[in-house]
């Protein structure tokens, strides 16, 4: 395993499991397997519906709760609900969150991030970020913050490789970590030529080849699955290294291809909804 060095001395692993779009069946079963597998980096979040799930998969691998690295978000309906973060230790089942993050730059923001540093200040997170905020909402944030933020969550993939936002970011000491790190599954990017090529070269598949550009790149990844096959193979990305040059090769090939877009509309939405309660036990 590799590691990031958050801004505040606190080790993130490099790779991890995600939930994203997983029932709490599934994120169980799909924790359970990367734990096994060496994960130890999972991601959810209030909005998935299976925090109870993650905490419960995360309870029966007997692994000691120091050795995971818990990762969630805060939903923007719950960024003015001074219990929001004791209500997502308690989903979790646990005592604390290694990294907190804002969801979406919607709602009462500046009210979320407040939250985030009091849970901060009282020992309940031990990093806190942001994710899906461009540089002038983090540029809001970092102006009226306390702590600075430790981690953007962004979509990342070899063609939308965010080169200014990264260096926007670098300057501000904050890492970034990739969702759609495969391109939303997008078959034209995972098979293109470079891909196909380097995957012959080192005996791995195409979307570990990815997933090795990434981290070598700097950025941090959650990709998720249901598949406990894929979830090994995406972990299997740390006995070998690609050459100065097919990373240059990758890194020609942004287009500036992003999969998702944010709208006024879409986040005056996502203000607006709140999630139902996950109280499967």
């Known amino acids: 395993m590799e590691y990031a060095t958050l801004n505040n001395g606190i080790k993130m692993p490099m790779a991890g499991i995600g939930t994203f779009l997983l029932s709490p069946d599934e994120a169980e079963a799909s924790v359970s397997s ?8 999972i991601d959810t979040a209030n909005a998935y519906l299976n925090e109870r799930a993650v905490g419960r998969a995360m309870k029966k691998s007997g692994l000691p709760r120091e050795e995971l690295f818990l990762e969630t978000k805060l939903w923007p309906s719950f960024y003015e609900q001074p219990d929001a973060v004791d209500k997502t230790l308690e989903r979790l089942d646990t005592d604390y969150i290694d990294l907190l993050l804002l969801h979406q730059p919607a709602g009462n923001y500046i009210a979320g991030y407040r939250l985030m540093e009091k849970a901060y200040r009282e020992g309940k997170v031990r990093a806190i970020g942001l994710s899906n905020f461009a540089p002038e909402q983090i540029q809001e944030i970092l102006e009226l913050c306390e702590r600075t933020p430790s981690v953007l969550q962004t979509e990342v993939h070899p063609y939308s490789q965010e080169k200014e936002l990264k260096t926007f970011l670098a300057g501000k000491g904050m890492k970034i970590q990739a969702w759609y790190p495969l ?5 034209t990017l995972i098979h293109e030529k470079v891909f196909e090529k380097l ?6 598949s195409n979307a570990q080849i990815i997933l090795r550009w990434h981290i070598q790149s700097g950025n941090i990844v ?7 096959a894929h979830i090994r193979d995406n972990f299997n990305l740390f006995d070998f290294t690609l050459t100065e040059q097919e990373m240059e090769e990758i890194a020609a090939m942004d287009q500036k291809k992003r999969y998702y877009t944010s709208t006024p509309e879409l986040l005056q939405k996502y203000a607006e909804m709140v999630p139902p309660v996950d109280d499967q036990k």
């Open 34 to 41: 990367a734990l096994q597998c060496g994960y130890r980096l």
């Open 222 to 228: 959650i990709p998720g699955s249901k598949d406990p």
């Open 183 to 187: 391109g939303h599954g997008d078959k």
């Open 199 to 204: 995957a012959q070269k080192y005996g791995k």
